[in-house]
């Protein structure tokens, strides 16, 4: 491993003070403080050296210094104009041989359709208000991502590895499990972020399917009938899908294609049965 500093809870506020930083509820920042967090992360998400490792929402780099600790390449993309701007400086100063193996990139993650290089790894401590949206824009634009750990609000890590049938699974647990193979591997104590939090979190993590279920019209497709699905989740699917297919016979005739009867709801479909669903003949205009 290569020789690196991690950031302690003094070096985050000294940091956050020279660049006038304060943590927004809007950006969803709360500033990982512990190293032997960021070692756990960094061992759970199986970090090799030589690994392509995609982070999105790096803040100050405590995680980003664990990254390249474990002599992994990083192309760490930040959206906050002061944080991308100071982070190759930490690094260059903390971990000094490893500063030629980290690319920061200044975007909205969001917006992010390419990257200098492919990556084979996604390991993250997402903001709480836009994880969901993140892991699946990575998913569904970095093909090559085939495995990764991310630290999410403990509410919507459980609803994306969530099983059919669990109280909390729903529109993200499906569209997670089209890309990969979900699964929770640890909580995380509120006390390791600044400033804390007053919600707990949870690792999370993936291994991507060697073939995904179909291609991108059947995925888009599939995901719409997802949505349809839980945006009434206590229907029966014939009610809750005819908004889609346009009558609830329409809908019926659809479920009984796909080998599915009209009163299941939802949250008893796997991803399985939804793509079932949408290469039904009557789920061709959907």
């Given at each position: 491993?290569?020789?690196?500093?991690?950031?302690?809870?003094?070096?985050?506020?000294?940091?956050?003070?020279?660049?006038?930083?304060?943590?927004?509820?809007?950006?969803?920042?709360?500033?990982?403080?512990?190293?032997?967090?960021?070692?756990?992360?960094?061992?759970?998400?199986?970090?090799?050296?030589?690994?392509?490792?995609?982070?999105?929402?790096?803040?100050?780099?405590?995680?980003?210094?664990?990254?390249?600790?474990?002599?992994?390449?990083?192309?760490?993309?930040?959206?906050?104009?002061?944080?991308?701007?100071?982070?190759?400086?930490?690094?260059?100063?903390?971990?000094?041989?490893?500063?030629?193996?980290?690319?920061?990139?200044?975007?909205?993650?969001?917006?992010?359709?390419?990257?200098?290089?492919?990556?084979?790894?996604?390991?993250?401590?997402?903001?709480?208000?836009?994880?969901?949206?993140?892991?699946?824009?990575?998913?569904?634009?970095?093909?090559s991502i085939r495995s990764g750990v991310v630290m999410v609000q403990a509410e919507v890590g459980y609803r994306v590895a969530a099983e059919p049938g669990s109280k909390v699974y729903g529109g993200p647990s499906v569209k997670a499990a089209w890309y990969g193979a979900?699964?929770?591997?640890?909580?995380?104590?509120?006390?390791?972020?600044?400033?804390?939090?007053?919600?707990?979190?949870?690792?999370?993590?993936?291994?991507?399917?060697?073939?995904?279920?179909?291609?991108?019209?059947?995925?888009?497709?599939?995901?719409?009938?997802?949505?349809?699905?839980?945006?009434?989740?206590?229907?029966?699917?014939?009610?809750?899908?005819?908004?889609?297919?346009?009558?609830?016979?329409?809908?019926?005739?659809?479920?009984?294609?796909?080998?599915?009867?009209?009163?299941?709801?939802?949250?008893?479909?796997?991803?399985?049965?939804?793509?079932?669903?949408?290469?039904?003949?009557?789920?061709?205009?959907?």
């Amino acid at each position: 491993m290569s020789e690196v500093r991690l950031l302690g809870p003094a070096e985050i506020r000294d940091l956050a003070e020279l660049l006038d930083v304060t943590p927004t509820k809007k950006l969803g920042q709360n500033f990982v403080i512990d190293g032997n967090t960021v070692r756990r992360i960094v061992r759970v998400a199986g970090v090799k050296p030589g690994d392509a490792v995609v982070e999105v929402g790096p803040g100050l780099g405590s995680l980003t210094l664990g990254l390249l600790e474990a002599d992994a390449t990083v192309v760490a993309v930040e959206i906050d104009r002061r944080l991308a701007a100071q982070l190759a400086t930490t690094v260059e100063q903390l971990a000094p041989d490893a500063a030629e193996r980290l690319t920061v990139i200044r975007e909205d993650a969001l917006a992010i359709t390419e990257l200098p290089t492919a990556p084979t790894r996604l390991v993250a401590n997402l903001p709480y208000n836009v994880s969901v949206p993140v892991l699946l824009h990575f998913l569904e634009h970095f093909a090559s991502i085939r495995s990764g750990v991310v630290m999410v609000q403990a509410e919507v890590g459980y609803r994306v590895a969530a099983e059919p049938g669990s109280k909390v699974y729903g529109g993200p647990s499906v569209k997670a499990a089209w890309y990969g193979a979900w699964r929770t591997a640890g909580t995380v104590s509120r006390q390791v972020f600044w400033p804390v939090p007053n919600v707990d979190s949870v690792l999370v993590a993936f291994e991507r399917h060697e073939v995904e279920p179909g291609d991108v019209t059947l995925r888009r497709r599939t995901f719409r009938l997802v949505d349809a699905a839980f945006q009434q989740r206590r229907k029966m699917l014939r009610q809750a899908l005819s908004t889609v297919y346009g009558d609830s016979a329409t809908a019926s005739s659809a479920l009984e294609s796909a080998g599915l009867a009209p009163t299941l709801r939802g949250e008893q479909l796997g991803i399985a049965e939804f793509v079932a669903l949408a290469k039904a003949p009557e789920s061709a205009s959907v």
